[in-house]
Protein backbone atom coordinates (compact mmCIF):
# COMPACT_ATOMS: atom_id res chain seq x y z
CA UNK A 1 0.00 0.00 0.00
CA UNK A 2 2.85 2.28 1.00
CA UNK A 3 4.81 1.68 -2.60
CA UNK A 4 1.25 2.59 -4.20
CA UNK A 5 1.07 5.95 -2.17
CA UNK A 6 4.84 6.59 -2.92
CA UNK A 7 4.10 6.02 -7.13
CA UNK A 8 1.31 8.39 -6.53
CA UNK A 9 2.89 11.19 -5.30
CA UNK A 10 5.72 10.89 -7.79
CA UNK A 11 3.27 10.84 -10.60
CA UNK A 12 1.37 13.98 -9.18
CA UNK A 13 4.71 15.99 -8.54
CA UNK A 14 6.25 14.93 -12.23
CA UNK A 15 2.38 16.45 -13.43
CA UNK A 16 2.33 19.24 -11.91
CA UNK A 17 6.52 19.67 -12.78
CA UNK A 18 5.14 18.89 -16.24
CA UNK A 19 2.18 21.49 -16.43
CA UNK A 20 4.45 24.71 -14.71
CA UNK A 21 7.19 23.66 -17.66
CA UNK A 22 4.57 23.71 -20.58
CA UNK A 23 2.84 27.22 -19.01
CA UNK A 24 6.61 28.75 -18.37
CA UNK A 25 7.49 28.14 -21.89
CA UNK A 26 4.26 28.62 -23.63
CA UNK A 27 3.73 25.09 -24.95
CA UNK A 28 1.08 22.59 -25.05
CA UNK A 29 1.35 19.25 -25.16
CA UNK A 30 0.40 18.57 -28.56
CA UNK A 31 3.85 20.96 -29.05
CA UNK A 32 6.07 18.64 -26.89
CA UNK A 33 4.45 15.34 -28.98
CA UNK A 34 5.54 17.46 -32.61
CA UNK A 35 8.87 18.17 -31.88
CA UNK A 36 9.66 14.23 -30.55
CA UNK A 37 7.96 13.43 -33.61
CA UNK A 38 9.82 15.21 -35.62
CA UNK A 39 13.46 14.35 -34.17
CA UNK A 40 12.06 11.21 -34.23
CA UNK A 41 12.11 11.48 -38.32
CA UNK A 42 15.05 13.36 -38.61
CA UNK A 43 17.11 10.96 -36.47
CA UNK A 44 15.21 8.44 -38.94
CA UNK A 45 16.27 9.84 -42.00
CA UNK A 46 20.21 10.49 -40.74
CA UNK A 47 19.82 6.99 -39.93
CA UNK A 48 19.36 5.67 -43.49
CA UNK A 49 22.01 8.54 -45.10
CA UNK A 50 18.89 10.16 -46.59
CA UNK A 51 20.53 14.20 -47.62
CA UNK A 52 18.55 16.58 -45.62
CA UNK A 53 17.19 20.04 -46.61
CA UNK A 54 17.63 23.28 -45.23
CA UNK A 55 15.64 24.53 -42.55
CA UNK A 56 14.70 28.35 -41.92
CA UNK A 57 17.46 29.37 -39.73
CA UNK A 58 19.30 26.91 -39.80
CA UNK A 59 22.74 27.08 -40.23
CA UNK A 60 25.22 25.88 -43.20
CA UNK A 61 28.39 23.46 -42.52
CA UNK A 62 26.33 21.51 -39.88
CA UNK A 63 27.93 18.14 -39.44
CA UNK A 64 25.12 15.55 -39.62
CA UNK A 65 27.21 11.98 -39.85
CA UNK A 66 30.38 10.89 -38.53
CA UNK A 67 32.58 8.01 -39.26
CA UNK A 68 35.12 6.18 -37.51
CA UNK A 69 37.06 5.90 -33.74
CA UNK A 70 37.95 9.48 -33.98
CA UNK A 71 35.61 10.95 -35.80
CA UNK A 72 37.70 11.69 -38.76
CA UNK A 73 35.09 11.61 -41.69
CA UNK A 74 32.13 13.72 -41.29
CA UNK A 75 29.29 14.27 -43.78
CA UNK A 76 28.31 18.05 -43.48
CA UNK A 77 25.48 19.39 -44.53
CA UNK A 78 26.69 22.39 -46.93
CA UNK A 79 23.28 23.95 -48.25
CA UNK A 80 19.63 22.94 -48.95
CA UNK A 81 19.96 19.33 -50.09
CA UNK A 82 23.45 19.38 -50.47
CA UNK A 83 26.03 17.20 -48.16
CA UNK A 84 29.67 17.08 -48.79
CA UNK A 85 31.57 14.41 -46.97
CA UNK A 86 35.02 15.95 -45.19
CA UNK A 87 38.32 14.42 -43.95
CA UNK A 88 38.87 15.78 -40.41
CA UNK A 89 43.09 14.98 -40.13
CA UNK A 90 43.39 16.25 -43.59
CA UNK A 91 41.38 18.94 -43.42
CA UNK A 92 40.33 18.40 -46.70
CA UNK A 93 36.78 18.33 -48.84
CA UNK A 94 36.48 14.81 -50.30
CA UNK A 95 33.13 15.21 -51.82
CA UNK A 96 30.90 18.61 -52.46
CA UNK A 97 27.67 16.75 -54.18
CA UNK A 98 26.74 13.81 -51.96
CA UNK A 99 23.59 12.50 -52.65
CA UNK A 100 23.38 8.91 -50.04
CA UNK A 101 25.14 7.38 -47.39
CA UNK A 102 25.02 4.38 -45.01
CA UNK A 103 27.60 2.53 -42.72
CA UNK A 104 27.38 -1.51 -42.94
CA UNK A 105 30.23 -3.91 -41.65
CA UNK A 106 32.70 -1.08 -40.24
CA UNK A 107 32.70 0.54 -43.36
CA UNK A 108 31.13 3.61 -44.86
CA UNK A 109 29.36 4.21 -47.93
CA UNK A 110 29.34 7.27 -49.88
CA UNK A 111 27.73 7.45 -53.26
CA UNK A 112 27.53 11.04 -55.45
CA UNK A 113 27.00 11.95 -59.44
CA UNK A 114 30.51 11.43 -60.41
CA UNK A 115 32.13 8.82 -58.01
CA UNK A 116 31.39 6.22 -55.21
CA UNK A 117 33.26 6.03 -52.23
CA UNK A 118 34.24 2.88 -49.99
CA UNK A 119 35.65 3.86 -46.97
CA UNK A 120 37.28 1.81 -44.03
CA UNK A 121 38.63 2.68 -40.25
CA UNK A 122 41.49 1.22 -38.12
CA UNK A 123 43.31 1.63 -40.65
CA UNK A 124 41.78 4.34 -42.66
CA UNK A 125 41.84 3.35 -46.51
CA UNK A 126 38.75 4.83 -49.16
CA UNK A 127 38.54 3.26 -52.27
CA UNK A 128 37.07 5.45 -54.47
CA UNK A 129 35.48 4.25 -57.66
CA UNK A 130 34.91 6.83 -60.58
CA UNK A 131 31.53 6.26 -63.01
CA UNK A 132 32.79 8.64 -65.97
CA UNK A 133 36.24 7.14 -67.58
CA UNK A 134 36.57 10.51 -69.06
CA UNK A 135 36.83 11.76 -66.05
CA UNK A 136 38.86 9.37 -63.77
CA UNK A 137 42.47 11.23 -64.29
CA UNK A 138 40.80 14.69 -63.01
CA UNK A 139 38.95 13.04 -60.14
CA UNK A 140 42.11 10.62 -59.26
CA UNK A 141 44.34 14.07 -58.94
CA UNK A 142 42.64 15.88 -56.17
CA UNK A 143 42.62 12.82 -53.54
CA UNK A 144 46.33 12.04 -55.06
CA UNK A 145 47.72 15.21 -53.76
CA UNK A 146 46.52 14.07 -50.09
CA UNK A 147 46.49 10.59 -49.53
CA UNK A 148 49.40 7.60 -50.11
CA UNK A 149 48.96 4.87 -51.90
CA UNK A 150 48.67 3.51 -48.51
CA UNK A 151 45.29 5.27 -47.83
CA UNK A 152 43.48 5.35 -50.94
CA UNK A 153 43.00 3.64 -54.27
CA UNK A 154 41.20 4.93 -57.14
CA UNK A 155 39.11 2.37 -59.94
CA UNK A 156 36.44 2.73 -62.96
CA UNK A 157 33.56 1.15 -62.40
CA UNK A 158 33.32 -2.23 -64.31
CA UNK A 159 37.41 -2.82 -64.33
CA UNK A 160 40.09 -4.10 -61.23
CA UNK A 161 42.73 -2.33 -63.01
CA UNK A 162 43.80 0.27 -59.97
CA UNK A 163 45.07 3.67 -61.27
CA UNK A 164 48.25 5.56 -59.61
CA UNK A 165 46.67 8.45 -58.15
CA UNK A 166 49.65 9.80 -56.52
CA UNK A 167 51.28 9.24 -59.73
CA UNK A 168 48.80 11.66 -61.73
CA UNK A 169 48.84 14.46 -58.94
CA UNK A 170 53.00 14.22 -59.28
CA UNK A 171 52.62 14.70 -63.28
CA UNK A 172 49.80 17.31 -63.13
CA UNK A 173 52.49 19.44 -60.44
CA UNK A 174 55.16 18.50 -62.95
CA UNK A 175 53.14 19.99 -65.67
CA UNK A 176 52.20 23.22 -64.22
CA UNK A 177 55.92 23.99 -63.28
CA UNK A 178 56.91 23.17 -66.47
CA UNK A 179 53.96 25.38 -67.99
CA UNK A 180 54.30 28.58 -65.55
CA UNK A 181 57.84 30.74 -66.24
CA UNK A 182 58.31 31.56 -62.76
CA UNK A 183 61.15 32.99 -60.59
CA UNK A 184 62.35 33.72 -57.50
CA UNK A 185 65.16 36.13 -57.13
CA UNK A 186 66.31 38.39 -53.72
CA UNK A 187 66.87 42.09 -54.47
CA UNK A 188 69.50 43.77 -52.60
CA UNK A 189 68.84 47.35 -51.30
CA UNK A 190 68.80 49.78 -54.39
CA UNK A 191 68.08 47.04 -56.66
CA UNK A 192 65.15 48.87 -59.58
CA UNK A 193 62.19 46.09 -59.56
CA UNK A 194 60.17 47.97 -62.34
CA UNK A 195 61.23 51.52 -64.25
CA UNK A 196 59.20 54.06 -65.06
CA UNK A 197 58.02 53.73 -68.87
CA UNK A 198 59.41 49.95 -68.84
CA UNK A 199 57.40 47.62 -70.71
CA UNK A 200 55.43 45.88 -68.38
CA UNK A 201 56.14 42.02 -69.20
CA UNK A 202 55.76 40.12 -65.97
CA UNK A 203 53.57 39.91 -62.61
CA UNK A 204 56.27 40.90 -60.02
CA UNK A 205 54.99 40.05 -56.71
CA UNK A 206 57.28 41.03 -53.46
CA UNK A 207 56.51 38.51 -51.15
CA UNK A 208 59.19 40.31 -48.17
CA UNK A 209 60.62 43.65 -47.80
CA UNK A 210 60.45 47.77 -48.24
CA UNK A 211 59.80 49.20 -51.60
CA UNK A 212 60.48 52.60 -52.86
CA UNK A 213 57.76 53.93 -55.50
CA UNK A 214 58.99 57.07 -57.14
CA UNK A 215 56.20 59.06 -60.06
CA UNK A 216 56.99 61.89 -61.51
CA UNK A 217 54.70 64.28 -62.89
CA UNK A 218 54.19 64.65 -66.69
CA UNK A 219 56.86 67.75 -67.22
CA UNK A 220 59.19 66.10 -64.74
CA UNK A 221 59.09 69.19 -62.44
CA UNK A 222 58.42 67.31 -59.54
CA UNK A 223 58.13 63.73 -57.90
CA UNK A 224 56.50 62.17 -55.44
CA UNK A 225 57.75 59.10 -53.43
CA UNK A 226 56.18 56.48 -51.44
CA UNK A 227 57.30 53.62 -49.32
CA UNK A 228 55.23 50.21 -50.01
CA UNK A 229 55.49 47.28 -47.24
CA UNK A 230 55.05 43.65 -49.02
CA UNK A 231 53.32 41.82 -49.94
CA UNK A 232 52.94 43.92 -52.95
CA UNK A 233 51.96 43.48 -56.75
CA UNK A 234 53.65 46.22 -59.11
CA UNK A 235 51.43 47.77 -61.07
CA UNK A 236 49.11 44.52 -62.34
CA UNK A 237 47.16 46.70 -63.89
CA UNK A 238 49.34 47.11 -66.78
CA UNK A 239 50.22 43.55 -67.99
CA UNK A 240 46.94 43.39 -70.25
CA UNK A 241 45.59 47.09 -69.72
CA UNK A 242 45.52 50.04 -72.69
CA UNK A 243 49.09 51.31 -71.49
CA UNK A 244 51.45 48.17 -70.67
CA UNK A 245 53.90 50.21 -69.02
CA UNK A 246 55.15 50.79 -65.94
CA UNK A 247 54.25 54.83 -64.49
CA UNK A 248 56.66 54.66 -61.76
CA UNK A 249 59.56 53.23 -60.84
CA UNK A 250 60.23 50.85 -57.81
CA UNK A 251 63.01 50.63 -55.70
CA UNK A 252 64.24 48.10 -53.35
CA UNK A 253 64.65 49.84 -49.81
CA UNK A 254 65.53 46.65 -47.65
CA UNK A 255 66.58 43.08 -48.64
CA UNK A 256 63.45 42.03 -51.24
CA UNK A 257 62.13 38.42 -52.12
CA UNK A 258 60.72 38.97 -55.21
CA UNK A 259 58.35 36.18 -57.55
CA UNK A 260 58.36 37.19 -60.97
CA UNK A 261 55.68 35.42 -63.67
CA UNK A 262 55.96 35.95 -67.15
CA UNK A 263 53.54 37.16 -69.22
CA UNK A 264 53.25 34.71 -71.70
CA UNK A 265 52.50 32.31 -68.92
CA UNK A 266 49.71 34.65 -67.61
CA UNK A 267 48.16 34.85 -71.22
CA UNK A 268 48.44 31.14 -72.30
CA UNK A 269 46.08 30.01 -68.75
CA UNK A 270 44.40 32.88 -68.96
CA UNK A 271 44.72 33.62 -65.41
CA UNK A 272 46.30 36.65 -62.87
CA UNK A 273 47.33 35.32 -59.30
Known sequence: ????????????????????????NNLTAEDVFDSAKKKAEAFAKQTAGVVPTTKDGEPEGKKIYT??????????HLADGVTGLYDNKKNYPIEKQVKIYSEDGGKLYV?????????????????????DKDKTEAIAIAPGKQYDAEEIAVYNYGS???FDAQGMAAEAEADIEQDVQIGDTHAKRGTILASENEA????????????MASTRSDDHS???????????LIQPEHIF???QRYTSTFCAQTYCEVIRIEKPTLADRKSVV
Open 1 to 24: MKKILAACVVCYVAYKLGQQYLKE
Open 67 to 76: FGKEKRIEMV
Open 111 to 131: YSDAADYVISDEPFFMNVYVK
Open 160 to 162: SQK
Open 200 to 211: CTALVLVARGTV
Open 222 to 232: YQIDETLQAPL
Open 241 to 243: GIK
